[in-house]
């Protein structure tokens, strides 16, 4: 297995002069301030940058280059990936802009809605709560029309090895995240078109995407008019529809979601892991896939109260916990190599292992040091994380908006607010 030994930590500034001192702190909790030094770094630099920055695949967005693709598959993936890989962040001699990101919208909503929670003075849960709500009002504004529910998709053309989609196509995973992120808002702002936004999601998935059957189970489509069973993408779907049915208790919404948790759940392989998708092109495991899968489970199974699928979830992070950590912290990509070190796998680890700390006594301890690990080796001093690091010297440093700054504000929150009250919040 190969291992990142570079644990050299760039100097941090001091915490921002606005920045609110913590709330008062049970025994164990000294790690909070720390937490919140980088929270703090982080959201001076999303405000810095309205909130705008580059995304992963936003290489096809490439104007000048994007001609000499001939509009067809493999030169399509060429242009992305090349972009998505190299190691320099090239985006701004292509042409390729900052923009705003509706997936990195719910995250940064989810953030905000946790330190909310965590503010023990009344004014400054106040000032978060009304971040949160303009983040979440923005997504109201720009969802994907033309469907038979409110959904959302990606602000550029994306080409997958099964697919491709135009800017604006609405996804299963982007409108399933920002579904439970609307449902956030809901519980803790108390505001009705919140609740009505997810309903609307979930009318989209009933309605707009395609279920593949397998028996009683059913497999519910990446994305709008092609057949693709992707397990994260499908369980997503599951999480929405069971949550909302928490709150309306209609019970269509959780017919389907326990249909499509079988589906995943039946095809959970010997060891306790899942391939990212079923066709053979996409049989791969990387960690923080399997963590949505998990998640989405656990949703599932603490909106319905159905323990159907609790062996197969137990099973799942057992596997997960053991395979995709080093001593250190260090988050693993995939099941059989460490390398890259990507951003993503460290923020959705840290979420997870937050949710899962009221079950798993270690879990806390663990996101602690996947934070602690990721802070000094991926945090830029202005306060951005880096995207990915492929070996001790080699660094990508592009800024991503959704896929780590606002995966990481979700994250660090979730930790912020568990080491301080002492309790997991999902």
């Not at 009221?358 to 602690?368: E, K, S, V």
């Amino acid at each position: 297995m190969t291992q990142n030994t570079d644990t050299t930590a760039r100097p941090a500034p001091a915490a921002p002069a606005h920045a609110a001192a913590p709330g008062p702190q049970s025994a164990g909790t000294s790690a909070a301030p720390e937490i919140r030094a980088s929270l703090d770094r982080l959201i001076a630099w999303l405000r810095a940058h309205d909130y705008a920055a580059y995304d992963t695949f936003d290489g096809l967005s490439a104007w000048y280059l994007r001609p000499l693709t001939f509009e067809r598959k493999l030169p399509r993936q060429i242009l992305q990936q090349a972009v998505r890989r190299f190691p320099l962040n090239i985006r701004p001699l292509l042409g390729i802009p900052k923009s705003r990101s509706t997936k990195g919208q719910a995250f940064i909503a989810r953030g905000y809605l946790r330190l909310a929670a965590a503010a023990h003075e009344a004014a400054e849960r106040e000032a978060w709560e009304s971040e949160a709500r303009a983040a979440l009002d923005w997504l109201l504004d720009h969802p994907s029309p033309g469907y038979s529910g409110v959904c959302w998709g990606n602000h550029f053309d994306y080409q997958s090895r099964g697919f491709y989609l135009p800017k604006g196509a609405p996804t299963i995973v982007w409108t399933s995240l920002i579904g439970l992120s609307f449902l956030d808002g809901y519980r803790q702002l108390g505001d009705r078109r919140y609740l009505d936004a997810a309903v609307s999601a979930c009318r989209h998935i009933q309605l707009d995407l395609a279920r593949h059957p397998h028996g009683e189970a059913v497999c519910i489509n990446y994305i709008v008019g092609t057949e693709c069973q992707v397990h994260n993408a499908n369980v997503l779907g599951a999480a929405l529809l069971a949550e909302t049915y928490r709150e309306t208790g209609e019970e269509a919404l959780r017919d389907l979601a326990r249909r499509a948790a079988m589906y995943s759940a039946e095809r959970q392989l010997p060891d306790g892991a899942w391939y990212y998708g079923e066709a053979e092109i996409v049989h791969w495991i990387d960690s923080f896939h399997t963590a949505y899968v998990l998640d989405s489970l656990r949703h599932y199974a603490d909106a319905t109260g159905d323990p159907s699928f609790a062996p197969q979830l137990e099973r799942g992070y057992a596997y997960w916990k053991a395979t995709f950590f080093l001593p250190d912290g260090t988050p693993r990509y995939y099941h059989n190599k460490t390398l890259p070190l990507d951003i993503q796998c460290a923020s959705q680890a840290i979420d997870t292992l937050v949710y899962f700390s009221d079950r798993d006594p270690q879990a806390l301890d663990l996101a602690l040091r996947v934070a602690r690990w990721t802070i000094a080796n991926m945090q830029d001093r202005s306060g951005y994380f880096y995207y990915r690091r492929y070996s001790r010297r080699i660094v990508n440093r592009t800024p991503t908006l959704h896929w780590g700054q606002a995966t990481m504000l979700s994250a660090l929150a979730a930790l912020y607010l568990a080491l301080l009250d002492g309790s997991a919040k999902p």
